[in-house]
Nanobody
Framework: QVQLVESGGGSVQAGGSLRLSCAASGYTSSSYSTYCMGWFRQAPGKEREGVAA???????VYGDSVKGRFTISKDNAKNTLYLQMNSLKPEDTAIYYCAARQRVRYCVLGRDWFPSWGQGTQVTVSS
């Protein structure tokens, strides 16, 4: 079972930037060779929505609300996933979760598709 630990959340004013990190561990080298890792977020009273995902080939997919503002990336040497968030808006306020699925060659930005989740990190954007 993959373990995921997010960090980098915090409070920022609208227009600012934050970078989230997700450290992954607990997988075998064979299962790590093909995978999808993603970011989701959940605001109070709302469903968890997909933000971005990246597969082992580096192909990415983004949610419509963050396209052009957020960038997902990964550092294979550090087993770490990142989410660079620019031009933040108050509506980006949410708990951000890292998710992973192994032994796949593509990503689906759907919360039910990922079996492994981190504990989440809070992002608050003030106007």
């Amino acid at each position: 079972q993959v373990q995921l630990v997010e960090s980098g959340g915090g409070s920022v004013q609208a227009g600012g930037s934050l970078r989230l990190s997700c450290a992954a561990s607990g997988y075998t080298s064979s299962s790590y060779s093909t995978y999808c890792m993603g970011w989701f977020r959940q605001a109070p009273g709302k469903e968890r929505e997909g933000v971005a995902a990246i597969d082992s080939d580096g192909d990415t997919v983004y949610g419509d609300s963050v396209k052009g503002r957020f960038t997902i990336s990964k550092d294979n040497a550090k087993n770490t996933l990142y989410l660079q968030m620019n031009s933040l808006k108050p509506e980006d306020t949410a708990i951000y979760y890292c998710a992973a699925r192994q032994r796949v060659r593509y990503c689906v930005l759907g919360r039910d598709w990922f079996p492994s989740w981190g504990q989440g990190t809070q992002v608050t954007v003030s106007s």
